[in-house]
């Protein structure tokens, strides 16, 4: 059964840091795709960042570049979503999701799995 399984939200003042993880199992992350995406109370859902299945290109939501970063650990079958300098805007629940693709889609139609998603709250 394939599953992805965010970790590592919290409650972080402004200017913090936080690292999701969104751990796969039931399949092999290297051959997919992963996007991050998040929704806010009243807001729609939006791309925040995503990576090719090698690795090699990314993207970033104009609202978070030059503050997040985004990796992957094939050999752990994970992939991480680094936030730095974060903004009480950034507040949401944050979801990685997989699609078995090469290319790296920031629109959330483009992915087939999605995970539970982990509350970020960035408050003083």
Do not use: H
Not at 39 to 45: D, I, L, M, S, T
């Amino acid at each position: 059964q394939l599953q992805l399984v965010e970790s590592g939200g919290g409650l972080v003042q402004p200017g913090g840091s936080l690292r999701l993880s969104c751990a796969a199992s039931g399949f092999t992350v290297a051959y997919y795709a992963i996007g991050w995406f998040r929704q806010a109370p009243g807001k729609e859902r939006e791309g925040v960042s995503c990576i090719t299945s090698s690795g090699r290109s990314t993207n970033f939501a104009d609202s978070v570049k030059g503050r997040f970063t985004i990796s992957r650990d094939n050999a752990k079958n994970t992939v991480y979503l680094q936030m730095n300098s974060l903004k009480p805007e950034d507040t949401a629940i944050y979801y990685c999701a997989a699609d078995y693709r090469s290319s790296c889609p920031m629109g959330d139609y483009e992915y087939d799995y999605w995970g539970q998603g982990t509350q970020v709250t960035v408050s003083s």
